[in-house]
């Protein structure tokens, strides 16, 4: 009896150990340096700039830093962090950031013109890891990038794959609050300036200056916007209407199924955010500006959708707030790390 016991269970104490050994191996952080080596590229969002990352990314290169060994990773020394922000300060000297950000010339401008923008920093960034690591990677078609976008930036670098079907190099793209159907908020851009209208008109027409109310109302909310990084009649805005041009014809191109596209979707409970949620009609919730169907990519009508390597990700932030409160996750998406 003692004989068959041992001849059942040895193997299978054998077959534990031998897992356990392949699971140690293909978890552990040096495993993941060898298989995900590639320069992260910040895009940011309307109104905004590079500085929308001074959170996530240190906290990206603080794993690189703790895993991949910047003396001898060849991406960690590449990534240079080009960003400025909107004074022309640049934070990207820091030490603990290794990745590359994208300030646009234009914060207003419509996403189709920032194509080239982005078009250009992936294609440097290439050049850099090639011309200064020729000996760490066999071609320079191999080399790939992750892009990570927020908001309008997620539309920008889902022009520019549409662009580039079969030579983008881009190895994953993570949205965080995109817009890929655009948003009702935008649709009532005249508003404020309607308002303006009715009470100076209002003052004039009948000698009374309780009208100018609605003109402090129009002025109120067009600063607090403008404040928040949005210029109501910009291209950009013109842009993120729901069915906007530009989005009826980016939703209906299919997207290169040889990318990893993942979705951080923002559903706020702060007060202000649930307020606006409901004000604007967001029946499922949102990040109080974007509605949580117009930030997955399930439902902009995308025609080869079911083909995407795609997963979606949940984070309780307002839209503006987003960059920084969605570390933990990017960093969990891209490096496959949760533990810093």
């Known amino acids: 009896m003692h004989g068959v016991k041992q001849l059942i269970l040895r193997p299978l104490l054998d077959y534990i150990c031998i897992f356990a050994l392949i699971s140690s191996i293909f978890c552990s952080p040096s495993f993941a340096a060898r298989v995900l080596p590639y320069p992260v590229i910040f895009v940011h969002g309307i109104g905004d700039s590079s500085v929308a990352w001074k959170v996530t990314g240190p906290k990206l290169s603080e794993y690189y830093e703790k895993y991949y060994k910047s003396d001898t990773h060849p991406y960690f020394r590449a990534g240079s962090g080009i960003g400025k922000n909107r004074d022309d300060k640049d934070f990207s000297d820091n030490p603990r950031n290794s990745c590359v950000y994208v300030t646009f010339k234009d914060y207003y401008a419509s996403p189709a013109s920032q194509v080239s923008e982005l078009s250009k920093v ?3 960034t290439i050049e850099e890891v090639w011309d200064n690591f020729p000996d760490d990677v066999s071609s320079k078609e191999d080399i790939k990038v992750i892009l990570v976008s927020h908001s309008i930036g997620g539309l920008v670098c889902r022009k520019y794959i ?10 994953m793209l993570t949205t965080i609050d995109a817009l890929n159907t655009g948003t009702p908020a935008l649709q009532l851009r005249w508003a404020p300036y309607a308002l303006d209208g009715i009470g100076i008109v209002g003052a004039v027409a009948f000698s009374n200056p309780w009208f100018l109310g609605f003109t402090a109302i129009g002025v109120t909310a067009d600063l607090l ?7 109501l009649l910009s291209p950009a805005a013109a842009s993120l209407r729901p069915n906007s041009q530009f989005l009826k014809e980016l939703n209906t191109l299919p ?6 596209y993942r979705a951080i979707i923002s559903n706020s409970t702060a007060p202000l955010a649930k307020l606006s949620n409901a004000t604007l009609g967001f029946k499922k919730g949102g990040d109080g500006a974007v509605p ?5 990519l399930k439902y902009a009508g995308i025609p080869n959708f079911l083909s995407l390597d795609y997963e979606e990700y949940t984070i309780d932030s307002p839209h503006f707030e987003a960059p920084s409160k969605a570390a933990p996750v990017v960093t969990k998406i891209v490096a496959g790390c949760d533990d810093i």
């Open 122 to 124: 992936i294609e440097d």
């Open 162 to 171: 549409t662009e580039h079907p079969d030579d983008h190099q881009v190895y």
């Open 225 to 231: 916007l403008h404040r928040g990084g949005i210029r």
């Open 255 to 260: 997207l290169p199924t040889n990318i990893k």
């Open 292 to 296: 949580i169907e117009s930030q997955s």
